[in-house]
């Protein structure tokens, strides 16, 4: 068991640039979440992959932002026009099937800084 | 947005103390879980306990939860300096098409001294 990894750790971009994170999951976990994390707060659900159906939607998640899980394994978060705002912690978490309800595991994170 | 409020936001201790941590919340739930998260690292899932469960252990994690109160608590006991960390419930909500997506509070962030 490896756990979820999240590439790259940290990134620094411009606003208006477009950036793209990477999760790879637990191998044999169906369930893949996003969650957003800024300075002083808890994090907040974007979004929800069941293998690679994307199953819900934060309203959170502006059409900026865009998720795919192409072949059920890692997903991809990209976010186009980035702005200050944009500025977090972006986790990831995979979960199995069993059980809607119970423990998520989560990545490093990665740390998203828009100048 | 944000499910309650852990309180209080910020605890120091010297080691060797307990730690108390509360947690409230607005919704009916399914469970609710404690994590853990280091300074600028990802979260460490720490204990969950169902709604029907009152009271758990987890070696020097200790969990109440009174869900006619809506609210929950987190004790460690016999701190250590590696308990230093920002503490989070979560909660998982019942129904509305919900996928187990969590809902966290805003933490505690516990220092403790050696």
């Known amino acids: 068991d490896t756990g979820v990894s999240q590439n790259p750790r940290h990134k620094i971009t411009k606003r208006g640039q477009n950036v793209t994170f990477r999760c790879d999951p637990i191998s044999e976990h169906n369930r893949l979440y996003w969650y957003r994390q800024t300075l002083g707060q808890g994090p907040e659900f974007l979004t929800y992959f069941q293998n690679e159906a994307q199953l819900e939607k934060s309203r959170l998640l502006s059409d900026r932002f865009s998720a795919e899980r192409p072949k059920g394994s890692f997903s991809t978060l990209e976010i186009q026009r980035t702005e200050q705002g944009d500025s977090a912690m972006y986790l990831c978490?995979?979960?199995?099937?069993?059980?809607?309800?119970?423990?998520?595991?989560f990545g490093p994170g990665t740390r998203l800084t828009v100048l | 947005s944000q499910q309650g409020e852990e309180d209080p936001q910020a605890l120091s201790i010297q080691e060797g103390e307990n730690a108390t941590m509360n947690c409230s919340y607005k919704?009916?739930?399914?469970?609710l879980q404690w994590y853990r998260q280091n300074s600028g690292r990802g979260l460490v899932h720490l204990i969950l306990i169902r709604s029907n469960e009152r009271e758990k252990h987890s070696g020097r994690l200790r969990v109440t939860l009174d869900t006619s109160k809506k609210s929950s608590s987190l004790l460690i006991t016999a701190s250590r300096a590696a308990d230093t960390a920002s503490y989070f419930c979560a909660t998982v909500a019942i129904g509305g098409g919900s996928q187990g997506n969590l809902i966290f509070g805003k933490g505690t962030k516990l220092s403790v001294k050696p």
């Open positions: 919704t009916s739930i399914n469970n």
């Open positions: 978490a995979s979960a199995p099937l069993s059980g809607v309800a119970d423990t998520q595991y």
